[in-house]
């Protein structure tokens, strides 16, 4: 599958279409990131969707969301960090590349492509990860997240989360 074409389509959640948005709430659900409630998550905060496609196989997704302030704050707090929720209002996340598209830098593609976005908006963005999932961190610090705090223990389903930060590139002068 090296090299293979693969297409980055970005949409709002609202344009999902009823296949695309059972397809993404599948994908995460397996990639078991949500125990439940995807579809209802994703209306209530889910802010840019990147669907990944080989042909018309749907490969990886991604998102930005735009999580309540009291979720965000309660990540911050149980990470001990030093840095501001404030400061972070959008939060990367839902990605999951499926199992045969692995290996191959999708992750750290849809990270850049999400990255775009935020970016475009002048935004300041938090992401957290398992930390078990190693290739997610690297594709978050290729695309200058940094770690901050420490790790903590997710309520959602006990993982060890870790949280990550990434201030908006500043603008060429
Ligand atoms: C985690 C996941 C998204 C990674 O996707 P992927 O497309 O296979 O990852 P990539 O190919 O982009 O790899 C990213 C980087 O991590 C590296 N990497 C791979 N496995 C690694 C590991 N165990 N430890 C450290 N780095 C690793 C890769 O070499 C690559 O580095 P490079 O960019 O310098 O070459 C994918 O395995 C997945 O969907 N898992 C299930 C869902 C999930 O856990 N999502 C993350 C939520 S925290």
């Known amino acids: 599958m090296m090299g293979a074409p693969y297409t980055f389509q970005i949409k709002n959640p609202e ?3 009823i296949n695309e948005l059972e397809s993404f709430c599948a994908f995460v659900k397996g990639g078991g990131q949500v125990v439940s409630g995807v579809a209802k998550r994703l209306k209530e905060i889910g802010k840019v969707i990147v669907l990944v496609r080989l042909a018309n196989e749907l490969a990886a997704v991604g998102a930005l969301k735009v999580p309540m302030a009291r979720y965000r704050s309660n990540v911050f707090k149980s990470a001990a960090a030093v840095e501001q929720p404030t400061d972070y209002p959008i939060e990367l996340g839902w990605v999951v590349v499926a199992e045969r598209h692995r290996k191959q830098g999708l992750s750290s593609q849809i990270v ?5 976005v935020s970016d475009s908006e002048q935004a300041n963005v938090y992401a957290t990860s398992d930390v078990e999932k190693g290739a997610m961190h690297r594709s978050l610090e290729r695309n200058g997240f940094v770690k901050a705090g ?3 223990r997710s ?6 989360l870790q949280l990550f930060v990434r201030k908006r590139f500043p603008e060429p002068h």
């Open 155 to 160: 309520e959602l389903d006990n993982d060890r």
């Open 15 to 17: 344009e999902l279409d």
């Open 150 to 152: 420490a790790p903590y």
């Open 112 to 116: 850049k492509v999400l990255l775009e």
